[in-house]
């Protein structure tokens, strides 16, 4: 999945998704400076990464975001780092307003 993440490209795809859901490999191919098969190419990496959705709708094939993969990434590693910062915060409210 980090490499699916590590190419803007595919990050730019995954942004598009988020702001619309569910588009097609054209409007996907419209929004990027390359070719209809180097998006198809890009998309399908996201798709063995777990992060794109496809579905058919008659002829369409609508490519949907998945973000529980990436949900997934934040709760292992990045929540146990910040855990300690927010926790401090807290304990330092909670102090402050004490003192009142």
Do not use: C
């Amino acid at each position: 999945m980090f490499k699916a993440l590590a190419d803007p490209t595919r990050r730019l795809l995954l942004d598009r998704l988020f702001a619309r859901d569910g588009r097609t490999l054209t409007e996907l191919a419209a929004e990027v400076d390359m070719t209809r098969f180097g998006v198809m190419k890009h998309l399908r990496v996201l798709e063995d990464a777990g992060l794109v959705l496809t579905r058919r709708s008659g002829r369409e094939k609508l490519h949907l975001l998945n973000p529980v993969p990436i949900r997934l990434i934040h709760d292992r590693w990045i929540d146990k780092y910040t855990e300690r910062h927010v926790s401090a915060l807290a304990d330092l409210k909670s102090e402050l307003e004490q003192d009142r």
